[in-house]
């Protein structure tokens, strides 16, 4: 998808525009009709997939064959299952193999208990995937100094952790993601932990460009109506900070006349 | 056979025939995504897809650890002892 005048207020990826702020995971799901489903309850534009081993009892249970019957949807493979930047590439390169698509989320989380980035490996991969051509979005700690120094190498947006994947904390480092967005000059993308549509609109109203969402819908009783729950609050959200939230200020400040108009003289 | 720089690995190329003493009897035994999988005669990369029933437009593949691209499939032989990695899309987030 390139940009075009009938998109309003695209979320900017490198060249590519997009009509939609909300990208969704399509891990977790029952199964890939009901991710379908969701996929096109979200409204998303950009869907991340994974790669796995290929298993011959089971030789049709890939997702390329339903994903390609969505229209107007660009696949962001990840670097799930990588440990060092080395592997990174390599994921990489097979993604572009799969899907044709040099969108990449970089994700390189060692540690299986918190699922935390490495930031010192995903900086490094980062550079070796961007001078390979890549468009990279990188999943990362909320921390500004490393978003910056992202930025400055070239990736193409970041995606600062709202909580860890999958916990459902919500926005749990509210003010750090506040210190990146205050700098950030490139797309910030609140990637994992969202559990609730307020989180993802909280998320917009703060000015963050887009967030992805995968485990709050994929396992909801319902996970259409979540994706569309989701797209409603992104869209309010991004409205929202678009029309000017008033600031905060610790006293009261009366929105109806105080004069006194009741008391006997 | 010649050898050819592919990504940041060597692969083998096929540039001759087969060797004529070879007979059709003959197996070649490759590991397949960690398993060891025994294929009939000598076959080439794409039979090897079709034996297991992959899917040839939704699979990327690792030959001996490098990465392999699809435009160079029919050319990469396979060979007994090889390693062949066989990845498909998966969900993930």
């Known amino acids: 998808m390139t940009a075009s005048p ?31 489903r969701a996929v096109q309850a979200s409204g998303a534009r950009i ?30 493979p990840n670097t799930s299952g990588a440990l060092t930047a080395d592997e990174a590439l390599k994921a990489a390169r097979l993604s572009y193999e799969l899907c044709g698509s040099r969108l990449i989320k970089l994700e390189l989380h060692p540690n299986p208990h918190h699922l935390l980035p490495d930031a010192v490996e995903t900086f490094e991969a980062a550079q070796r995937l961007i001078k390979d051509g890549f468009q990279v979005m990188p999943y990362i700690p909320p921390d500004p100094v490393l978003a910056k120094r992202l930025e400055e190498i070239g990736c193409v947006s970041v995606m600062p952790l709202g909580a860890p994947i999958g916990s459902g904390g919500g926005l749990a480092h509210a003010g750090m993601l506040e210190l990146i ?7 910030v993308i609140v990637d994992a932990g969202l559990r609730a549509p307020s989180d993802a609109a909280a998320a917009l109203e703060m000015g963050c460009d887009a967030v992805l969402v995968n485990s709050a819908i994929a396992v909801a009783d319902d996970p259409p109506a979540m994706a569309e729950a989701f797209a409603e609050a992104v869209k309010a959200g991004r409205k929202a ?20 108009f009741l008391g006997v003289p | ?15 001759t025939k087969p060797d004529p003493g070879s007979t059709p009897e003959q197996s070649i035994r490759l590991t397949i995504n960690g398993q060891p999988r025994t294929f009939q005669g000598n076959p080439s990369l794409e039979t090897v897809l079709d ?18 691209p699809r ?21 993930g987030g």
Not at chain 2, 63 to 68: D, Q, R
């Open chain 1, 6 to 36: 009938s998109i309003t207020d695209p979320l900017l990826l490198g060249e590519q525009a997009f009509d939609s702020r909300l990208l969704l995971g399509t891990g977790k799901f029952s199964n890939a009709g009901t991710m379908c």
């Open chain 1, 47 to 76: 869907v991340t997939v994974a790669l796995r081993r290929f298993n011959p009892e089971r030789p049709d249970d890939d997702l390329a064959g339903p994903l390609a019957a969505l229209p107007g949807i660009t696949l962001m």
């Open chain 1, 181 to 187: 967005l205050r700098d950030a000059r490139i797309p």
């Open chain 1, 241 to 260: 900070r678009r029309a000017g939230l008033m600031s905060r200020h610790g006293g009261a400040s009366p929105t109806s006349p105080l004069t006194r």
């Open chain 2, 1 to 15: 056979m010649t050898f050819q720089t592919s990504q940041d690995k060597l692969v083998r190329v096929k540039t």
């Open chain 2, 51 to 68: 034996v297991l029933g992959a899917n040839r437009k939704h699979v990327a593949l690792v030959l001996n650890n490098a990465v392999l």
């Open chain 2, 71 to 91: 435009d160079r499939w029919s050319d990469a032989a396979v060979k007994d002892g090889d390693s062949l990695d066989i990845l498909v899309m998966a969900g």
